[in-house]
């Protein structure tokens, strides 16, 4: 996946591109659909998903390091999303107004994660709050 992105960022280089964000994964361990994987748990994150995303973000974050010494005049900016979100929000939901951190807020299926919402769901949604 890096070195895609690390393609990806050379054709928008080369295509003038001088200001880039790229943020970091959340905790894809935690996401409603993580039920639906052999051992996954149901009510805590799959520690296993967590641990190859946390490597990913090192490698992108030394990737935006790189890319600013390899591109004189481009500014690369990393924006860190897993701490942010593991740390404030999953541990601390109902600060947020949150009540459930494992469901999904729509669909079916195993914690809501096995068919993703459709379009009428989501205005529902959009309707009650």
Do not use: W
Not at 123 to 129: A, E, N, S, V
């Amino acid at each position: 996946m890096l070195y895609e992105v690390q393609s990806f960022l050379d054709d928008l280089s080369l295509l003038g591109a001088r200001r880039i964000a790229l943020f970091s994964l959340g905790p894809v361990g935690c996401v409603p659909a993580r039920a639906m994987l052999r051992g996954a748990p149901q009510h805590t994150c799959f520690e296993p998903m967590n641990m190859m995303t946390k490597i990913y973000n090192h490698g992108l974050y030394k990737l935006v390091g790189s890319k600013n010494r390899r591109y004189p005049g481009a500014v690369l900016t990393f924006g860190e999303v897993f701490n942010i979100h593991v740390h404030h929000i999953r541990l601390h939901p109902e600060k947020y107004g949150f009540f459930d951190v494992n469901e999904a807020c729509c669909g079916s299926g195993l914690l809501r994660g096995e068919v993703q919402c459709v379009k009428g769901l989501i205005y529902q949604i959009y309707d009650f709050l």
